[in-house]
């Protein structure tokens, strides 16, 4: 076990480097100026000059990477350039708390709903029950999430305009706290990113659970008399649940990352919201450090699949 | 069994009763609109403003660029001199000032008993630290331009010389401060309105450096307003500053909210989660129908810049016909829904300089549906001076313009009427935004789409900006290029640079207009529109005066109200 996490923790370093350095190298040669995005309508030549030097980006490439990777061992991303008054860990430190918990919420959404509807689904193969589940599934599934947002911003509107309500329309409250008026911004955003997530698992945990009853040792258990509740609980779901941990994994891994569409439709200030207003406002350092973040949560995740594989299924050895 | 039962039935108990008391607090918190004429109580003098999609850029006076940043940090800082609403410029923080014979210096005296937020006493001696340290290469500040006129400005940002304090910024005794200038301008003024010289407090920043804007609750200005909270992913709330040495002003918070994009923010609105908000294009005809919509020009020109150093553009008739031939009131008509206003200006009406005459394009008149037969007659007159034969022997002619979909529409638009009207084909090529600017910059394009909004309310910031000689902005090459033009143009840029020593007002902007009518003579660019403000404002704001600045004077805040 030891050595497989030194393995993996080797090969994480080196996929993270991987990262960095594509992700600096693209905001090298990209034809967009930062400095002079910055200035806008105010540029000055002279002035150009002397903040490029500020930010260090009139030096060589191979400098600049090398400062950028140092200052990062110490966990310094720099200095934002569009927030100018603002490092990059202090917007980072603002955006995971809010992406984690968006993202949370609407995990534990999809698995408390998602895989019991799939193994009742399994169960009950081939019924209405079965039917009816795996049909709202592959509908919320192939909506896209920003379809639903769409809706579901158009509704509050409707039913404030109709009903003379104050549902927030946007925005997302103080993160982790629970007032009244932070679960009512909150409520609509984790149930529509907890949408998409419990078609996904509904069906990867049916179609598991299907695989796994069809097994030899499910039907020995059967003939041995055990109740159809312990072949469900003690042989078939164990089993079952192995493909769905590598899902869930990616899936932990992923939370501190956001969620795209909802967190720009419904104004939520999470990584993803400011990854893509850095990318707009050719804010590399900014950019550079979410691309980080987000391969950092990708390695974290795999791990974590794999450290779960052993617990699931103790015949599966990490080496 | 009976406790699953209990336990499921407990769920759906709690959940019917999250259900209700949500939506009962989602209808509690609704305002009726109905009854808009009592003026409401202390507790609900609460205006609330949508700032968009992301985090003010900076609260930092030094470093501001962006108008809805400049818009809270007006709340909160003050500076010497500021607009009042109707653009003139009035004395703030400072209680009088007085300008040396030769122009070079600017004697200012404060207001007695000024303070900080926190009490803190304002002396002349934080007037010249706030505008030093705007200058200082430290504080990294992309807007110094604006204190250009100091004398050793260049030395202080270049970093030749560690301070301006003594040497152009003078302070003569708590209450008098002398501003020295390198050299006579006459709107020096208009430049100290910019909150790049607003007043800042030294011991919260050398508390806290960069990080100090994060910590304004605990002083920092000296605004009609103090900041109570600040949050990088909720917003701002400002309450009134007790030590403000204006009238109180009578809401007791102002509440800048990060909104969303404008069509979430708009939807927000219609909600009555904000007092105002910007109008989505798709909106417009209907948002115009409505009681509070409100339409304010703004001091924002937008216009077709051509090189004079790249042919054909290098002859005055081609230009001229390019001008003529467009319909400007069918594009606003049409493709812009009316909301903006048709022009042949270079400096916008509601504004120091504006001329009180109309200007009148290339064909000496103010219409601005163009001439189809004249703009012909030009382009005949123009392909002869240029030695072109016919048509087809003019060089490829190339429009630029941002790679947006509203851009590109009117680039679409102004391409089909110079082919209807003249029978030239003109190619679009479209720009990422975020790198429009250096392209332009670059001063190779042929021709291209632009827009500017002033800085400051002065004449200078139109025509010397654009069309002096040697600034960054001129990369149309207005005087320094191989057209016959060019000498012509050179009278005129020392004509510009003579305004700029006139001392009285009136006389300086009568220069200003004799120039900007010339420019548009020879469409040394192609003025298409001046643009406005469409908003919507809740009818329960009162006091207000909207103005083409976007400006709220900061004692006008005494005069601004909510209604229930």
Redesign the interface.
Known sequence: MLQFLVKRLVSGVFVLLGVSFITFIIGYFT???PI????????????WL??RH?YGLDLPWYQQYYNFLFHCVKLDFG?SI?????SVG??LK??VP?STELTSWGLLLTLLLGIPAGILSAVKANTWIDTTNMTVALLLYALPGFIIAVFA??M??WC??Q?????????????WHYA??D??AK?VPVLIYGAAGYAYFARLARTSMLEVLDQDYVRSARAKGLSERAVIYKHALRNALVPLITSIGLSVGLLIVGALFIE????I?GIA?IAI?AV?Q?DFPVIQATALLAAFGIVTGNLLSDILYTIVDPRIKLV | MWEKHTLRGGFLFALLC?SI???A???T???NRDNQTTVAPDSQQILRLPIG???F??L?PA?V?DGGDVEAIQTIFTGLVQFDNKGNIKDQLAASHVISPDGLRYTFTLRPDLKFSDGTPLTAEDVAYSINRTLL?AT?S????YLNLIKDY?KI??GQIKTLIGDSLIVKDPRTLVIVLKQAQAYFLQTLTYPTSYVVERKLIERYG????DHLSEGGGAGPFKVASY????GLDVVPDSFYYGRQPRLKRIEF?????VN??Y??Y????YDEAAIPISQLDSAKQRPDYIHTPSLVLSMIQLNYNIKPFDILKIRQAFDVAIDRDLITRNLLRGVVTPTHRYIPTGMYGANPQVVKGPDGTAGTAGDRAQAVALLQQGLQDGGYSNLSSLPTITLTTWNTPGSLKMANVLVDQWKTILGVTVHVNSI?P??Y??TI?TGNLQAWMYA??A?YPDPHDWLVVFFGKGQ??NSMHFGQNSSRMAQEQQALQNMMVWADTLKDPRTRANVYNEIEQKLASETAWIPLYQAASNFLRSPRVHGIVDNPLGVINPDDWANIYLTI
């Open positions: 034809p967009v100026d002079r995005q910055l200035m806008g309508q105010h540029y000055t030549y002279v002035g002397q903040l500020a200095t569009h927030y100018q008054n603002r202090d917007i603002d955006g809010i911003q158009v509050i509107v404030n305009v009903f003379g309500l104050n549902w927030p329309v946007a925005n997302w409250g103080t993160p009244l008026s679960i009512q409520l720009r439709m419904f104004n200030q919201h207003d707009s050719g | 999250l008391t949500l939506i607090a989602a209808c918190t609704s305002t999609s992301t985090d850029t900076t930092d470093l660029q290469p990294q992309p807007v110094t331009n260049d940002t270049g960069k990080k100090w804007t949050s990088h992913t909720l909210r990060i909104s969303g994009d979430t923010t939807e927000a219609l909600s009555n989660q990422d975020n790198q600017e250096q910059g500017w909004q800085d960054d902005y």
